[in-house]
């Protein structure tokens, strides 16, 4: 018997230098290093010049760190915002900037200064700024460089700094914007407070954590009603050498030094309960609660029960007058001592010094009203609360309606004012132990015999901030603020328009009473600004549009060094700021020239000019508030005219959910108060990325994943992959077992580019084939095409990245991989070059391949360069290129889809049935599979066709009834539409395909298509 012969150097296997394994912590970095020594960046901005515009403003984030794996996220998801938009043939430029002012950098030098036992405070304010500034730049460039990694595109070296002078005098020029058209107010009011870092805090930097607190009872002599029921009771109790208290509860013990009033709820019934050999003032609804926290200490220890004596609403205790606990215990305030004193202005009618009562006693001998206040509830308590107007925005409220300033007596770091009559110097008040039951305030309340019950085992969530992890407090301090309900310049109510400069002329004045709707206010312009906006997801407008609706005047003051200072001067006698276009001008040249340490005393009488006297005003040493600063980049990167390619409004900021109290905010409102709209068209937000199980990350836990990491072990396209495959506008996870299956989602993408780079070696045009002549399957992939097109785009007008990827992923594994390339590697191998089937399957793939590479290049940058670059090594780069121009579905073609979809859930069906035999090893491929189908309604003459696409040796139809061993065959709709029964074939295989035909006579002959394509191959040679 003769030797068969070995066919396999007669199969048209597919060649490609493109390997299997990525190896792309190897790669990346070179091709990042071509695109910079190639200016892709440029080649992009020159390609796209005159299009439509496209503008993504970046955030910028804190230049403190490394990047971690949210901002790993964000830039991904910006990246894949400008790249989809460029792809859409769009001019859209990235310019990226940082954040660097504020307390995350001066507390990390800050930090430096500590381990060396230094005192921060006593380094001169310019060099601790140039410290400041060079931790910045150093950060800028470590983070830079981890974003480029990214395989992030844009001006990485011409991005924006807040730091950089140009960017603080535009800062300065927003600031004094909102002076010039009456936006400014300097106040006191009770503000969120860091004792430890020593200034004042936007919402935005505090967070929330339960902490377990001291809770207290505490007694207030009442000294007169006008009641005469309740005024009676108080003369019983005197006759009896006893007395009425009224009782309040709280959990911040440290302000009880600083009481000036109490408050009841006007519609709230109250109970005088004599109990304890005293009377006692309490809610009603709260009695049972109050007496039974009382009655475990051992104030009630020894009473005889309690009972009922007067019972009244609230508004009966008006003009009720207490005692502090504290009265006749301590020494009287020496009389114009404390802060203020000695020429420092008063602030919105407060001067912030102590004052002595007209009867010549200290503060504590000095009787406090009981005030009524809607805010009072019985949710808790006693249903009487305690006033300190420095430290409660209720407390101010109510305090300032009735004519009660603030006494200022809390300083900077959580110490009571050395003066101070009651624990002067002593503190700090967020100590746990300076406000524990057997700490000095209880101690002293319990000598005074006020002190009815203290217990250290109230929990409850408290504000900290996010930096120190300390807890904040509520401190009434002189700080500067923007009025949200004032009404705006007439310029700015008619609606967007240029913004007011330095020298426009503003109408300002007391605040009027806000329009009915539409714009007036800073709270109602931006509100809607907001219904203007485009929100993705929608629930973010909600969001935002509460927090607006509800916030407080903007605080922009903060007592710190590294900052753009609030560069005004303050009239000492009248305490107006003052409003000069020259001065202004003056100002934001030396910004410019100099930084913000142009700001300097020595530059007052330049500042001035002629005519003024620098002694006669104070020049303010505060900074601004940070979120004002990125709040400002809308002006100073977006309309500078520094990035001429930027214009204002931006089509997009994106940022993380925070950023609806943030950076969306402030860029909202600043925005709003100089231009009378908001700085953007679209806003989007992301969630937050947790760990595998669900759990926010920490590095206690241990559960962080590391970008830069995950760089080196995985590549930056794992990153990216991952980042826009997930549901990103909801919180998220990231982990190992995560990571690993992106890894194998990116392993089988890349199998495809490989695939078609090696079916498509050596393709011509001259092998192209008109769509009309192509087969139906080839017809129906170009017609399902067309169908994904569709879908990333509308992915990509909705931002959704998810979609987009899921899309991508899909069609290449089961559309392609699983089934077009599949069924037709047998037309790539074995039909003649020349043949129409095989041409026409080639000229599908080289519009696939054209599609998908620009498909893939936003999500996976340095795959899709590296594909492209394998076919066209002299191409450029694939990011060069625009949106593919894809066949469109057309009537013929709708029926074709509709016919395959039927052939497909066919084929499905058949493999099903086809399994089994193959995990018995009955058969070793579906090439050996024999499929009869049973009483089907299908058309028989289907056979030849699902012969081919199921890849089976023949497929049979039959009238008779099925044997016992078939199964039920099902069509799209669910329903059988017959049965089916599968066997080993008994046909001979071909020595070259391999297809079981019945043609073939004996194992390793050919069939008549390879004889033929064989013979002319050996003719050819």
């Not at 804190?62 to 460029?86: C, E, F, M, P």
């Not at 299956?741 to 580019?753: M, S, W």
């Amino acid at each position: 018997m003769s030797e068969k012969r070995d066919y396999r150097d007669t199969v048209f296997l597919p060649k490609t230098d493109f390997p299997m394994k990525a190896g792309l912590p190897q790669k990346e970095p070179g091709i990042l290093a071509r695109w910079e020594a190639e200016d892709v960046y440029g080649q992009l901005r020159a390609a796209r010049e005159g299009r439509e515009k496209f503008v993504l403003h970046d955030g910028p984030p804190y230049a403190n760190g490394n990047i971690h794996i949210g901002h790993a996220l964000n830039k991904v998801l910006k990246d894949a915002v400008v790249r989809t938009q460029s792809l859409l043939s769009k001019d859209a430029p990235y310019v990226p900037g940082w954040d660097c002012h504020g307390l995350p950098i001066e507390w990390k030098v800050e930090e430096a200064y500590r381990k060396k036992k230094q005192n921060k405070d006593e380094v001169p304010p310019r060099e601790f700024r140039a410290e400041c500034r060079q931790y910045a730049a150093e950060w800028v460039d470590v983070q830079r460089e981890q974003f480029k990694r990214l395989g992030i595109t844009g001006e990485w070296d011409k991005p924006y700094l807040t730091m950089a002078p140009e960017a603080e005098a535009g800062i300065v020029a927003e600031l004094l914007k909102f002076a010039t058209s009456g936006q400014l107010y300097r106040g006191a009011k009770p503000v969120m407070w860091s004792p430890v870092e020593k200034t004042a805090l936007a919402e935005a930097e505090v967070e929330y954590e339960d902490i377990t607190s001291t809770q207290i009872d505490v007694a207030f002599e009442i000294v007169s009603s006008a009641d005469e029921g309740l005024a009676s009771w108080l003369e019983v109790a005197k006759s009896e050498g006893s007395a009425a208290l009224a009782v309040i509860w709280t959990t911040t013990p440290w302000t009880i030094p600083v009481n000036q009033a109490l408050a009841y709820g006007p519609t709230i019934d109250y109970v005088l309960v004599r109990a304890g050999g005293a009377f006692l003032l309490i809610a009603q609804e709260l009695m049972n609660e109050t007496l039974g926290r009382i009655g475990k200490s051992a104030w009630l220890a020894d009473g005889d029960g309690w009972s009922i004596c007067w019972v009244g609403k609230g508004s009966d205790l008006a003009g009720t007058m207490v005692r502090h606990p504290m009265a006749g215990r301590l020494s009287p305030l020496p009389k114009g001592e404390g802060p203020g004193v000695g020429g420092t202005p008063s602030v919105d009618g407060v001067n912030p010094s102590p004052t002595p009562s007209l009867e010549g006693r200290g503060f504590y001998d000095t009787l406090r009203p009981m005030l009524p206040g809607d805010f009072v509830t019985t949710d808790s308590g006693t249903g009487l609360v305690h006033m300190a107007p420095d430290h409660g925005e209720d407390d101010f409220d109510l305090c300032k309606a009735h004519g009660i300033n603030p006494k200022f007596v809390v300083e900077a770091d959580g110490r009571y004012r050395e003066d101070w009559g009651w624990l002067g110097g002593q503190g700090s008040v967020i100590n746990p132990k300076f406000n524990a039951p057997d700490g000095p305030i209880c101690e002293d309340l319990r000598a005074a015999g006020a002190l009815l019950s203290a217990s250290a085992d109230y929990q409850h969530s408290y504000p900290h901030s996010w930096r120190s992890k300390a807890k904040v407090i509520y401190r009434c301090t002189p700080q500067w603020f923007v009025p949200m309900d004032l009404n705006l310049p007439s310029r700015l109510r008619e609606g967007p328009g240029e913004g007011l400069s330095a020298d426009d002329d503003a109408e300002t004045g007391p605040p009027l009473t806000p329009p009915a709707s539409g714009r007036g206010t800073l709270r109602q312009t931006a509100l809607t600004a907001i219904e203007e906006t485009r929100f993705v997801p929608e629930k973010g407008q909600n969001r935002i549009r509460a927090m607006v609706d509800g916030r407080p005047d903007w605080v922009l003051s903060r007592q710190r060094a590294w900052g753009v200072p609030i560069t005004l001067f303050v009239d000492r006698k009248s305490g107006e700021y003052l409003v000069d276009a020259e001065v202004n001008a003056r100002i934001i040249a030396a910004v410019k020239a100099d930084g913000v340490d142009g700001w300097a005393e020595e530059n007052a009488a330049h500042f001035l000019g002629e005519g003024r006297n620098p002694d006669d005003y104070e020049m303010v040493t505060d900074i601004l508030d940070v979120w004002f600063d990125s709040g400002s980049t809308h002006a100073f990167v977006l309309e500078s005219g520094v990035w001429p390619d930027l214009q204002s409004p931006a089509d997009l900021y994106l940022e993380g959910s925070d950023q609806h109290r943030g950076w969306f905010q402030s860029s909202l409102l600043e925005s709003c108060a100089t231009r009378g709209r908001a700085p953007y068209k679209a806003v989007l937000t992301h969630g937050f990325t947790m760990a595998a199980d669900g759990r926010k990350m920490s590095k206690s836990l241990g559960n962080t994943v590391d970008p830069l990491k995950v760089m080196e072990e995985y590549g930056a396209d794992i990153i990216r992959l991952w980042a826009l495959s997930v549901d990103y506008t909801e919180d998220h996870r990231i982990g190992p077992e995560i990571l690993k299956g992106v890894a194998d989602q990116y392993r089988k993408l890349r199998n495809t580019f490989r695939y078609m780079l090696g079916a498509l070696d050596g393709f011509a045009e001259a092998e192209r084939v008109d769509v009309a002549e192509m087969p139906e399957l080839e017809r129906y992939m170009l017609s399902i095409l067309s169908e994904l097109d569709a879908k990333l785009r509308a992915a990509v007008d909705a931002f959704d990245f998810n979609a987009y990827t899921r899309a991508l992923t899909d069609f290449a594994n089961e559309d392609l991989s699983a089934f077009f390339f599949d069924i037709r590697k047998d037309r790539l191998y074995c039909d003649a070059p020349d043949g129409v089937e095989r041409r026409a399957y080639r000229t599908v793939l080289e519009t696939l391949f054209h599609a998908l590479i620009r498909y893939a290049a936003p999500v996976l940058v340095f795959t899709s360069e590296e594909v492209w670059g394998t076919r066209y090594p002299d191409a450029g780069s694939v990011h060069l290129l625009e949106w593919p121009e894809v066949p469109q579905i057309d009537e013929i073609d709708s029926d074709v889809v509709e016919h395959w979809s039927t052939l497909r859930h066919f084929r499905n069906e058949i493999n099903e049935a086809i399994e089994p035999l193959r995990q018995e090893k009955l058969i070793r491929s579906s090439l050996e599979a024999k499929v009869d189908i049973f009483r089907s309604p299908i058309d028989p003459q289907l056979a030849s066709i699902l012969t081919e696409i199921c890849i089976v040796s023949e497929i049979n139809f039959h009238e008779s009834s099925p044997p016992e061993a078939a199964s039920e065959f099902f069509g799209p709709s669910g329903f059988s539409v017959g049965w089916l029964s599968v066997t080993k074939t008994t046909h001979h295989k071909c020595g070259r395909c391999w297809r079981h035909l019945p043609e073939v006579t004996e194992d390793g002959d050919l069939c008549a298509r390879c004889e033929t394509v064989v013979a002319e191959m050996d003719a050819a040679q």
